[in-house]
């Protein structure tokens, strides 16, 4: 079984930094790709980072050159940097893993954390 946890949520300032952190369990996680994924009230979950086991990463046009994920295999951890952040950025943030290439659409990651929420004050 997987277990992830994120950390690192809180309150910030527009145009402030947070960084996210996704401690997961199990011998495998070097092989997995993990997503960084947001959901705000009454709006789908969308993801916002993606990286594979190789380090390849994706990110939507909504938060390009402003996020950057990252992953740490010797911690087992995925990290989600987010700077310039916006009034629109507010969610609970969820980290999701998958036995495979990244993914974009939240139905393909098999495990998930329990959620971080972010909240921007203008």
């Known amino acids: 079984q997987v277990q992830l946890v994120e950390s690192g949520g809180g309150l910030v300032q527009a145009g402030g930094s947070l960084r996210l952190s996704c401690a997961a369990s199990g011998r495998t996680f070097s092989s997995w790709s993990m997503g960084w994924f947001r959901q705000a009230p009454g709006l789908e979950r969308e993801v916002v980072a993606a990286?594979?086991?190789?380090?390849?990463?994706y990110y939507p046009d909504s938060v390009k050159g402003r996020f950057t994920i990252s992953r740490d295999n010797a911690k087992n951890t995925v990290y989600l940097q987010m700077n310039s952040l916006k009034p629109e950025d507010p969610a609970v943030y969820y980290c999701?893993?998958?036995?495979?290439?990244?993914?974009?659409?939240?139905?393909?990651?098999?495990?998930w954390g329990q959620g971080t929420q972010v909240t921007v004050s203008s």
């Open positions: 999701a893993a998958r036995n495979g290439w990244y993914a974009w659409q939240s139905a393909l990651y098999n495990y």
């Open positions: 990286i594979t086991w190789s380090a390849n990463t």
